[in-house]
């Protein structure tokens, strides 16, 4: 008997030591394949959860149904292509809708929604008004990034100087100077610069060491070249197609490449990050780990990931994709 039960120890021990040499075997398969990048891989998704003031209620048919605070609006989205049941009664109540144009645009229809209101994430506050194009003056997917490099900043355990180009209304700003850091705000619209300033003031970050600037963004950092001005963090949002201050005419897919080789020029000795967002079709993660890597990683020691951003939608374990982002780790 003792015989017999000493024997199962063996085999099992034998068995277990063949197991454990086909998974070595295939763990070194794994990361050749990997080394050569024909490795499938799941795609990443930074997910903003946090939110408390705002929620994505449901997706139907080309649209959500988001509560901003206690307002609920309509608005259309590309990526929702399916088509299901309303799940939720507030597609009959909405506050707002935003119906889009066959002809391109669209058009706002109000139901009891104010001209402007608030809403905040953590300490940050931010004013919202819907206007052209259904938007709010809020990404709320960004929080995600927002998490990120508040938490890098916070434990640099030294002072970091931001870079934010096309900034908008300040979302990354507000959340940069948060955590601690001083930053540079440059967008070329003088609307969103003030928005920007608003939202700040709002979120009692009046006094903090920002510099709020309407300019254009690649002739600003050719500037900042020139004076010899160095940056430890930059984040980039542009858009897909725009105009500066004086008519400059930005395309993201002619552009963006030459602007990330300028900026990598005003990085400081010890740079921190660099977040670089799309929300432009055919600029996916892959495509921005490549961009990052060749312009910014093959200077230095870095860390890049790219992935989506995404909302998840309540009552369900779905994630609405909202963009990319590639971030960059020195």
Known sequence: MQYSDDFNILESLRQFYLYLRLFTFLLKCSIMVHKKGEKR????MWIAENWKDYEVLDTRCGEKLERWGKYLL???DPQVIWQTEEAHEGWRH???HYHRSSKGGGNWEFFDLPETWQI?????RFNLKPFSFKHTGLFPEQAANWDWFGKLIREAGRPIKVLNLFAYTGGATCAALAAGASVTHVDASKGM??????NAESSGLADRPVRWLVDDCTKFVQREIRRGNTYDAVIMDPPSYGRGPKGEIW???DTIYPLLLLTR???SDKPLFFLLNSYTTGLQAGVLTHMLKTSLAALRPAYVESGEVGLPIRDTELILPCGC??????
């Open 41 to 44: 891989t799941e795609n990443t």
């Open 74 to 76: 309509i608005r259309p």
């Open 94 to 96: 909405p506050n707002g």
């Open 120 to 124: 905040s994430y953590g300490d940050l």
């Open 193 to 198: 610069v003030t928005w920007a300033r608003e």
């Open 251 to 253: 395309k993201i897919e």
């Open 265 to 267: 020029q005003i990085l």
């Open 325 to 330: 982002a590639g971030r960059v780790v020195f």
